[in-house]
């Protein structure tokens, strides 16, 4: 089983949609989660944190549900700038801060 | 915003040649890492590096590959003898502290082709 599963998409929308990205992780020791954005042949950039309460940065909202290993990434208001690929990343207990485990990535395109 | 910079963006290899990718970290980090992205796949870990010493590698990470810090500002990798599969987009990454929640700053990667 993969240990970071997401949609591939492409997910086309039109500008001012909401979207939302779903990724399951399949290591229960998992401890910190990330949403990280990376642009067509770009490095990836880090988004936002994902906490265990769930929380916003202006139109982005990202949820966690450790019982189900689950992490959400709404997207309000969707730009054409917002196009891009978003990767659901998970550090596990007891790895180094820099052993991240990436997602292969949903790919969001925006239209006008 | 400080920047993880990366040489040279794009590197073209016979198999079987040596190859070293380049990173100058930023300068207050004290951890560095080496991630790889083969075209369509995945960002893969490397190995993460800290105080003169390899903390952690991965599996992709074999006697083939090898980091070092040479100076005060560069961070290196080392392929020695490089295979076709060895064509990625290889990212060096830094970061201040290893809280499992500090934020990595990644380079904009070297594009390393084997022919």
Redesign the interface.
């Known amino acids: 089983r993969k240990e ?1 599963e997401q949609d591939p998409g492409p997910f086309n929308v039109p500008e001012g949609a909401t979207v939302a990205f779903n990724c399951t992780y399949s290591n229960s020791a998992s ?2 989660f990330f949403w990280y954005r ?1 642009d067509c ?6 988004l936002m ?1 994902v906490y265990s309460s769930g929380n916003e940065d202006g139109r982005f909202t990202a949820q966690l549900n450790r019982a189900s290993q689950y992490i959400s990434l709404l997207i309000r208001d969707s730009k054409l700038s917002d196009s891009a690929t978003y ?1 659901c990343v998970v ?1 596990i ?1 007891g ?11 949903t790919k969001l395109s925006v239209k006008p | 915003e400080p920047e993880v910079t990366q040489t040279p963006s794009h590197q073209v290899t016979q198999m079987g040649q040596e190859v070293i990718l380049r990173c100058v970290p930023i300068s207050n980090h004290l951890y560095f890492y080496w991630y790889r992205q083969i075209l369509g796949q995945k960002v893969e870990f490397l190995v993460s590096f800290y105080n003169n010493e390899i903390s952690e590698k991965s599996e992709i990470f074999d006697d083939q590959f090898s980091v070092e810090r040479p100076d005060g500002s560069n961070f290196t990798l080392k392929i020695r003898s490089t295979k076709l599969e060895d064509s990625a987009m290889y990212f060096c990454a830094s970061s201040t502290y290893s809280d499992s929640n500090e934020k990595l700053f990644f380079g904009s990667g070297t594009q390393l082709s084997v022919l």
């Open positions: 970071v401890q910190s990376q042949r770009k490095e990836p950039k880090l944190s990767l550090n207990y790895g180094s801060q820099g052993n991240l485990i990436f997602g292969k990535g």
